[in-house]
């Protein structure tokens, strides 16, 4: 059997992606490997398909027993024998185990490093006696003191190459920056090791950001709008997580705490009450979603300031591994900031505490930014991306600007006179004029100060932030912060260089509410209640059986038999022979019912993960037709380039194609106003394979003769009369 035969049979799926198959073949070659792949992007499968194909047993290093159970489910239910060992189990339970270890008859064992080299511990020799063909080491950013999650644990790991000299080891990780990476090569101590970093981007989250401001209220609305789905909350520390869960219970909703200070007892029910989908809602510390693998979580909302990027993508990472639409929702706050300077600092340790302050800072850039922040995440880990995702709060909302270059001009002077030895507030303070003793009096004789004092504090606050953002200020200083000038400075000091500031209000957001695929709702509905009763009775969660976007795709294409079923992704022929017949009757019945036939010759070939299918979306806010759209209309009717009308208007062009793309789904505009008629039909194949909901993809494919604008106004023109 081979490996496309295998990912077949065991896992439902006809096709690899990112860097699977090669990350495959490295290791069924006997080499070492390091793979960075994004939370949900398919890492698991570089090692359990090997193992499925070499005869003999895989060790897999994971650092939580809920991350070995969820996956040995998983394993055991696609017909792949795989166990954990763990100080969970009983005597009885673990000579079992090493009775079938001995008779060859598991093929994944999963342990946490302190089993293999701990004090007393005797594994090793015992595991020597084994064919042990393949290690995989997850989580494998936990080996550096760099990186977000450290666990002193992990280091014991440096021996695995020296006990296991012939066997190849595979290091995973979904989020490790360049000094992590490198850390995690020199501590394992791996032979030649290829290194495969694959795209970060997870192109079904949407990213948002909002000012917290009664945050409790900001999430119930949030919440009230998704009863129905999952969703994972984190929180700053163990009290609140528990506060939190209380207030949300007492507001309705399902809802519990998981924190590293709650007994074992209780974070093992909480946890498989979320798993099992009868909690809906869990409350977090980020003791809580390392390597859970819950497929159906529609989002993730951070109460709190994340202290890293790292950390805060993997935690974001955790919504929307089935490849469904999800969010990701930031309450951010200045405060927040302050709050954890506290703890980035390491006592004793100045370099790493520096490196920490750098991460926490880069965290407070993203939730600052005026620009795309999917680019700023892709751009962090080192990973080229356009500058409009249009799938993130930045782009998909209409900002109205103003030339703010005298006040820029005034901020950087202020900034300058004072010798960059001062913060954000005595800055301000100093532009506003104040007579507070705190300011010195050589300041107050300088003829900067005041020069700001008809602008708000709040307004400078938010100035200044802008001008971080767009790189004419840094922050800088060890001991406290402190604002500097930046290479770019000068030329707005000298007058060469505009700068426009966002105003408080924004004109219009435009943001799209995506909806579900187009399904058979009522259908869906049924062959779920099917799945639970089928996971009940295996006693796992229900995602473990078959993913939500399976069942999505069955209710969209109305498979009738097994051999159609075969063709839907996520059955291989053990999931096919164990719960096919049961899953496939709701469908035939619903068909039946209804009239309908089979959809199947319209689905494309199955890949590991396909993109939904061209939907209709609707905006948060009722779609009709505003002045700022018909402005723009008739400017484009008396002849003038969408350019020109952005530049008379004040408007970004992409607000403009916007206006006009709303007219081509209108029936107002035809396309071809819009799109050369000869692109018209690859933009077209595109949307009907790979989906609508994100452009970036699309643009992705269609490469660099198609601009995002062309790409929305076909899309506009395919979903004409959903206005």
């Given amino acids: 059997m081979n490996s496309l035969q295998a990912l077949q049979k065991y896992f439902g799926y006809s096709a690899f992606r990112h860097?699977?198959?090669?990350?495959?073949?490295?290791?069924?070659?006997?080499?070492?490997?390091?793979?960075?792949?994004?939370?949900?992007?398919?890492?698991?499968?570089?090692?359990?398909?090997?193992?499925?194909?070499?005869?003999?047993?895989?060790?897999?290093?994971s650092p939580l027993i809920a991350l070995m159970k969820d996956q040995v489910d998983s394993l055991n239910v696609s017909g792949i024998p795989a166990a954990f060992l763990n100080s969970a189990q009983?005597?009885?339970?673990?000579?079992?185990?090493?009775?079938?270890?001995?008779?060859?008859?598991?093929?994944?064992?999963?342990?946490?490093?302190?089993?293999?080299?701990?004090?007393?511990?005797?594994?090793?020799?015992?595991?020597?006696?084994?064919?042990?063909?393949?290690?995989?080491?997850?989580?494998?950013?936990?080996?550096?003191?760099?990186?977000?999650?450290?666990?002193?644990?992990?280091?014991?790991?440096?021996?695995?190459?020296?006990?296991?000299?012939?066997?190849?080891?595979?290091?995973?990780?979904?989020?490790?920056?360049?000094?992590?990476?490198?850390?995690?090569?020199?501590?394992?101590?791996?032979?030649?090791?290829?290194?495969?970093?694959?795209?970060?981007?997870?192109?079904?989250?949407?990213?948002?950001?909002?000012?917290?401001?009664?945050?409790?209220?900001?999430?119930?609305?949030?919440?009230?709008?998704?009863?129905?789905?999952?969703?994972?909350?984190?929180?700053?520390?163990?009290?609140?997580?528990?506060?939190?869960?209380?207030?949300?219970?007492?507001?309705?909703?399902?809802?519990?705490?998981?924190?590293?200070?709650?007994?074992?007892?209780?974070?093992?029910?909480n946890q498989e009450a979320f798993l099992r989908d009868e909690v809906k809602i869990i409350v977090a510390t980020i003791a809580f979603g390392m390597g859970i693998n819950k497929s159906n979580v529609r989002y993730v909302v951070h109460i709190d300031l994340p202290k890293n990027i790292e950390g805060y993508y993997q935690e974001t990472g955790r919504a929307g591994r089935d490849g469904l639409a999800s969010e990701a929702l930031l309450l951010y706050s200045p405060g927040d900031a302050g709050k954890l300077q506290h703890f980035a600092r390491i006592e004793g340790n100045e370099a790493q505490s520096r490196i920490?302050?750098?991460?926490?800072?880069?965290?407070?850039?993203?939730?600052?930014?005026?620009?795309?922040?999917?680019?700023?995440?892709?751009?962090?880990?080192?990973?080229?991306?356009?500058?409009?995702?249009?799938?993130?709060?930045?782009?998909?909302?209409?900002?109205?600007?103003?030339?703010?270059?005298?006040?820029?001009?005034?901020?950087?002077?202020?900034?300058?006179?004072?010798?960059?030895?001062?913060?954000?507030?005595?800055?301000?303070?100093f532009l506003r004029g104040s007579k507070s003793e705190k300011i010195r009096d050589e300041h107050k004789q300088l003829k900067t100060y005041g020069i700001g004092a008809d602008i708000s504090k709040p307004d400078w606050q938010r100035y200044i932030r802008e001008l971080l953002t767009m790189g004419y200020l840094q922050m800088g200083g060890d001991e406290y912060p402190i604002v500097k000038l930046t290479d770019q400075s000068a030329a707005v000091l000298k007058g060469l260089q505009k700068v426009e500031f966002i105003e408080s209000e924004t004109v219009e957001e435009t943001h799209t509410h995506v909806q579900a695929p187009p399904?058979?709702?009522?259908?869906?509905?049924?062959?779920?209640?099917?799945?639970?009763?089928?996971?009940?009775?295996?006693?796992?969660?229900?995602?473990?059986?078959?993913?939500?976007?399976?069942?999505?795709?069955?209710?969209?294409?109305?498979?009738?038999?097994?051999?159609?079923?075969?063709?839907?992704?996520?059955?291989?022929?053990?999931?096919?022979?164990?719960?096919?017949?049961?899953?496939?009757?709701?469908?035939?019945?619903?068909?039946?019912?209804?009239?309908?036939?089979?959809?199947?010759?319209?689905?494309?070939?199955?890949?590991?993960?396909?993109?939904?299918?061209?939907?209709?979306?609707?905006?948060?806010?009722?779609?009709?037709?505003?002045?700022?759209?018909?402005?723009s209309l008739r400017l484009y009717q008396t002849g003038k380039t969408v350019a020109e009308i952005a530049t008379e208007r004040s408007l970004s062009p992409m607000t403009i194609e916007s206006h006009l793309s709303f007219?081509?789904?209108?029936?107002?505009?035809e396309v071809e106003a819009l799109v050369p008629a000869q692109k018209i039909p690859a933009i077209k194949d595109a949307v009907e394979s790979y989906g609508s909901q994100m452009l970036s993809p699309l643009k992705q494919v269609l490469g660099d003769d198609y601009s995002y604008g062309e790409i929305k106004a076909v899309i506009s023109w395919m979903n004409r009369g959903n206005v």
């Avoid at 093929?107 to 084994?130: C, D, I, M, Q, S």
């Fill in 90 to 269: 009983n005597p009885d339970e673990q000579r079992q185990l090493v009775e079938k270890l001995r008779n060859n008859q598991i093929r994944l064992l999963y342990l946490a490093p302190e089993r293999l080299f701990g004090a007393e511990n005797k594994l090793v020799p015992f595991l020597k006696t084994l064919n042990v063909v393949q290690i995989a080491i997850d989580e494998a950013h936990c080996i550096s003191s760099w990186g977000h999650d450290f666990r002193p644990e992990y280091l014991m790991l440096a021996q695995l190459k020296t006990e296991f000299p012939n066997v190849p080891v595979i290091a995973l990780t979904a989020t490790a920056d360049k000094l992590t990476q490198k850390d995690i090569l020199e501590k394992l101590n791996l032979n030649k090791p290829k290194v495969f970093v694959s795209s970060f981007n997870r192109a079904n989250i949407t990213y948002r950001v909002i000012p917290k401001r009664n945050s409790f209220q900001q999430l119930v609305n949030f919440l009230n709008e998704r009863k129905d789905e999952s969703g994972i909350i984190y929180c700053l520390s163990r009290k609140s997580t528990e506060d939190l869960a209380d207030d949300l219970k007492a507001a309705g909703f399902a809802a519990e705490a998981y924190n590293a200070g709650l007994s074992s007892e209780i974070k093992v029910r």
């Fill in 356 to 429: 920490m302050l750098n991460k926490l800072n880069d965290m407070v850039r993203y939730c600052q930014l005026q620009s795309c922040r999917r680019q700023y995440l892709m751009n962090y880990f080192d990973e080229a991306f356009p500058p409009n995702c249009g799938s993130c709060d930045v782009c998909l909302t209409e900002f109205k600007r103003f030339d703010g270059t005298l006040i820029a001009q005034k901020a950087l002077s202020a900034v300058a006179r004072l010798n960059e030895r001062f913060g954000i507030n005595y800055v301000i303070d």
């Fill in 19 to 61: 860097q699977q198959e090669a990350i495959i073949q490295h290791i069924l070659n006997g080499q070492d490997v390091m793979a960075l792949m994004p939370t949900g992007g398919g890492k698991s499968l570089c090692y359990q398909l090997p193992a499925v194909l070499l005869n003999g047993l895989t060790i897999v290093i």
């Fill in 663 to 669: 007219f081509v789904q209108s029936g107002e505009l």
């Fill in 519 to 631: 399904h058979e709702a009522e259908l869906l509905s049924r062959i779920k209640r099917v799945r639970n009763d089928i996971a009940q009775h295996e006693n796992v969660p229900a995602y473990i059986i078959v993913s939500d976007a399976t069942l999505v795709e069955m209710a969209t294409y109305l498979p009738q038999s097994l051999d159609e079923l075969r063709l839907i992704s996520g059955f291989g022929d053990v999931k096919l022979a164990r719960y096919g017949r049961e899953l496939l009757q709701p469908v035939k019945d619903y068909a039946k019912e209804k009239g309908l036939e089979s959809k199947i010759a319209y689905k494309s070939p199955k890949k590991e993960r396909k993109a939904a299918s061209v939907r209709p979306v609707q905006p948060i806010k009722a779609r009709k037709t505003n002045d700022t759209r018909t402005e």
